[in-house]
């Protein structure tokens, strides 16, 4: 238990399909992370939330919208998806860095399929 | 950042110590060194970081050379559990940002046999 949760576990949702990937942290951590694993390729950094203000956007489509309406909680609201948007998708917090060094709890991701 | 490189896999057998290599020749003088593990179909999980001296903490023990051109994870006595890939990343220090933007690559998946 790292203490981030991430709901759905698994999700299957097909291109015309609007959902959203929660999570959750009780760490304390004000900053926040989406990543994205797609099969066999390294993570990849898409958003980066820190004191609920958003100061990383890695030219992620506009079909992925994130929304954190307080430290503790990090949205993706997902619309339009294509297949190859089909990834493991995870969630980080992180405590301020000057204080514990870049030490990243992960939550244990939400895999989604779109079909 | 300072690139890293790792190789691509390694066995070890159960009890004994896995030992992990990693090259960072271009490192800077400000940059940490860091490794993080994931086990399959979870999310990468933080080991221990860094900067100079080698580090030791109840998951493993980190040997960083004296030029810090290279270090070594060392698991001490490896578990079926300890099956992952596993990750050295090299990162300066987030200055006054206060997040963290790590950068994972391909990592070393680390098998552990009976």
């Known amino acids: 238990e790292t203490g981030v949760t991430q709901t759905p576990r698994h999700l299957v949702m097909g291109m015309t399909n609007k959902k959203s990937l929660k999570c959750e942290q009780h760490l304390g951590h004000n900053a926040m992370y989406w990543y994205k694993q797609s099969a066999k390729k390294p993570l990849e950094l898409m958003f980066v939330y820190s004191l609920e203000e958003r100061v990383e956007n890695n030219s992620v489509p506009s079909r992925f919208s994130p929304e954190c309406p307080n430290s503790s909680h990090l949205f993706l609201h997902l619309h339009t998806l294509q297949p190859e948007d089909s990834a493991l998708y995870l969630c980080?917090?992180?405590?301020?860095?000057?204080?514990?060094?870049?030490?990243?709890?992960f939550g244990s991701g939400t895999q989604l399929s779109v079909l | 950042d300072a690139k890293t490189t790792q190789p691509p896999s390694m066995d070890c057998a159960e009890g004994r110590a896995a030992n992990l290599p990693c090259n960072h020749s271009?490192?800077?003088?400000?940059?940490?060194v860091y490794w993080y593990r994931q086990i399959h179909s979870q999310g990468p999980q933080y080991i221990i970081h860094g900067l100079k001296n080698n580090e030791t903490n109840e998951m493993a023990s980190l040997i960083i050379t004296e030029d810090r051109k290279s270090s070594t994870l060392i698991l001490p006595h490896a578990t079926l559990r300890d099956t992952a890939v596993y990750y050295c990343?090299?990162?300066?220090?987030?200055?006054?940002?206060?997040?963290?933007?790590?950068?994972f690559g391909k990592g070393t998946m680390l098998l552990v046999s009976p």
């Open positions: 990343i090299v990162r300066a220090g987030v200055g006054n940002s206060g997040y963290s933007t790590l950068t």
């Open positions: 980080a917090s992180s405590q301020e860095a000057r204080r514990g060094g870049e030490k990243l709890f």
């Open positions: 271009t490192i800077s003088g400000n940059e940490y």
